[in-house]
């Protein structure tokens, strides 16, 4: 049936229209002022007008179609899962829609190019955008599914969802005020942008959908993207927090990029004040951006992992620009800035906990916050010449350690590696490594380590140029495993064998003290080979009676046109005493009554 006209007037409103019986369409040509319309069946009622009353009443699961530019201005009311409201173009809908126990079943908005309202709160088990219009929601919203699609959706207050799925469309959600609790899913490029803290998760489901957070909100779940690997983009305007996981070890995002908006909190000299981006979970993603001289800060047990196809995991946009901090324990596979673009700081080091870079670093300072550990593993690719970082570590006066991984090197000075504040830290090598320049001396970004550890088993140590260490009964310079350690330069410090390893000191070279008694020694009998490969000058005895080396050579390199000339001085304790290679011509001088606590064997042409 059809009504040809008004229905009643604003001040004379009919008391209850019923319409909509199963199998039927009633349409309402006009305005329609009534305390209550009921839809009583399964049919249709078509709203060619304005409905105004007190209730839009579903009796049961019949549809109410709202044409183009007609709003209505009444609560809407259904028995719980019942009843579908079709707006057909740009509408506004003034009242409640539902209750929290009584679900509208269905919301069908957002034709193309039109704008609808809701202004009030709306409860729905589904909210469908069927084409590329708007549908703003400007109080809570409560929904099983909410479905953005291709167009737009606003919620300025609260979102409840058990899914909000966008496809080509945009979600802007909480512009107001509020949260949004829902998982996010996408199925195309859309974009959701969070103006309110989520909890639930993001699913970019192999999408390079775009989700922005605006500064000082977060994300109180996981972003995956589970069906193909960095895709998904994810952007934080200025401060903010993530506490789920990110990616996993085979999907991993695009981008994660920190600061979009340069919204972080700043000092006058453009320094964060804040921990910037508080991710508290492991991090998996191609790339992930340091904006504006961002921070992100990783809380204990939270990693990142390089999922693209190059090594580089950390950018940042300008030179000596983004802090990474550290607040415990992490490990980061994937290159942190690069030579072109340094990190500003990174803090690590907290005490009783370790920080693991298996790449490259590239960053002004690497500053300790405790006494903790921070393994350099190096550059991750095929680079034969591979460093661990460009840039100064500061311990900060702290008992903290550093560890140079296998196979990775150290260049000192303003271009390669600095250390700063050194004097109570410990630095260890776990395998082979070769440093070249000056490794400590208390000079300018050359800050002198209290223990060094070098000679893993079956690992070699090269430095190229003179070593200092601090002198000391129980720090010094160890010989940590069965390795080699080569002094191309002096060790200004002491030298003690931890186990059987070998040492061999180049032609010239010597290992001086100057406040200790032995220069070198043994913490086991017969542990530890040292050879002079040309000559030296002694400063103390070599070991003590009852922990003797195994073996000392002097002259232990070259041919038969080598000649060396040893003056001896001081006891030597080893269990075997060389002189000369058996090729070389080596002589020894005796200058003084002195102990070989061991055998002594003068070896062919010396």
């Known amino acids: 049936s059809t009504v040809s006209g008004q229905v009643g007037t604003l001040t004379n ?145 609260n979102l409840t969802a058990t899914t909000t799925t966008i496809s080509t469309g945009t979600a802007n959600l909480n512009t107001a005020s509020g949260t949004t609790s829902s998982n996010i899913v996408f199925n195309n490029t859309g974009t959701a942008n969070l103006n309110g803290d989520l909890t639930g998760d993001i699913k970019f489901a192999g999408n390079n959908a775009t989700v922005n957070v605006s500064d000082g909100k977060g994300i109180l779940g996981s972003v995956q993207t589970l069906a193909s690997n960095n895709t998904g983009i994810l952007n934080y305007k200025g401060d903010g927090f993530l506490d789920g996981t990110i990616g996993s070890n085979i999907y991993g995002i695009k981008e994660l990029n920190v600061n979009t908006n340069n919204q972080q909190n700043k000092d006058s000299n453009g320094v964060v004040l804040s921990q910037g981006l508080f991710i508290t979970r492991e991090l998996f993603a191609d790339v992930i951006g340091l904006k504006n001289n961002a921070t992100l800060t990783l809380a204990d047990n939270a990693n990142i992992k390089n999922t693209g196809s190059d090594n580089l995991v950390i950018t940042t946009d300008a030179q000596n620009s983004g802090k990474l901090v550290f607040e415990g324990s992490s490990e980061v596979t994937g290159e942190v800035g690069s030579s072109g673009n340094n990190l500003s700081n990174i803090t690590a080091g907290a005490s009783n906990e370790t920080v693991v870079f298996n790449d490259m670093v590239n960053a002004l300072n690497l500053f300790y916050s405790g006494n903790g550990t921070v393994e ?201 005493s060389y002189i000369g290679n058996g090729s070389n011509k080596t002589s020894v001088n005796i200058t003084k009554d002195i102990t070989f606590g061991g055998n002594l064997d003068l070896r062919n042409n010396s």
Request: without cysteine.
């Open 13 to 157: 409103k009919l008391k209850e229209i019923n319409s909509g019986i199963t199998g039927e369409t009633s349409t309402f040509s006009s305005d329609v002022f009534a305390t209550n319309l009921d839809v009583e069946g399964t049919g249709s009622v078509n709203l060619n007008g304005n409905l105004t009353g007190t209730n839009l009443r579903y009796n049961a699961d019949g549809s109410v179609n709202l044409a183009d530019n007609k709003d209505i201005n009444s609560a809407i009311i259904a028995s719980n899962n019942t009843g579908t409201l079709n707006l057909l173009g740009t509408s506004t809908v003034s009242g409640q829609v539902g209750t929290l126990t009584n679900k509208l079943k269905e919301i069908n908005t957002g034709a193309n190019d039109s704008s609808s309202t809701f202004t009030n709160d709306v409860y729905a088990t589904d909210i469908t955008n069927t084409g590329t219009g708007t549908t703003t929601f400007k109080d809570n919203l409560l929904t099983n599914n909410l479905n953005v699609n291709a167009g737009t959706t606003n919620v300025e207050d």
């Open 376 to 576: 350099l593993k190096g550059d991750n690719s095929s680079n034969q010449n591979s460093e661990g970082i460009i840039g100064t570590v500061d311990l900060n006066a702290s008992n903290g350690i550093l560890k140079i991984g296998d196979d990775v090197n150290i260049t000192t000075g303003i271009s390669g590696t600095q250390f700063a504040n050194a004097n109570n830290a410990t630095l260890t090598f776990d395998g082979n490594s070769t440093v070249t320049g000056v490794l400590g001396g208390n000079s300018s970004g050359n800050s002198t380590f209290e223990k060094i550890n070098a000679g893993a088993d079956g690992k070699i140590v090269t430095f190229k140029n003179d070593v200092y260490v601090k002198e000391s009964a129980d720090t010094t310079f160890h010989v940590s495993g069965a390795g080699t350690v080569n002094f191309e330069g002096n060790l200004i410090g002491d030298l003690v064998f931890d186990n059987d390893g070998i040492v061999n000191i180049a032609n010239t070279k010597s290992v001086i003290v100057s406040t200790v008694p032995l220069a070198i020694r043994s913490e086991n009998d017969d542990f530890g080979t040292l050879n002079f490969e040309g000559n030296t000058t002694l400063y103390t005895d070599i070991g003590t009676s009852s922990k003797k080396l195994k073996n000392v050579t002097f002259g232990s390199e070259g041919s038969g046109l080598n000649t060396y000339t040893q003056d001896v001085n001081k006891n030597i304790y080893a269990q075997n």
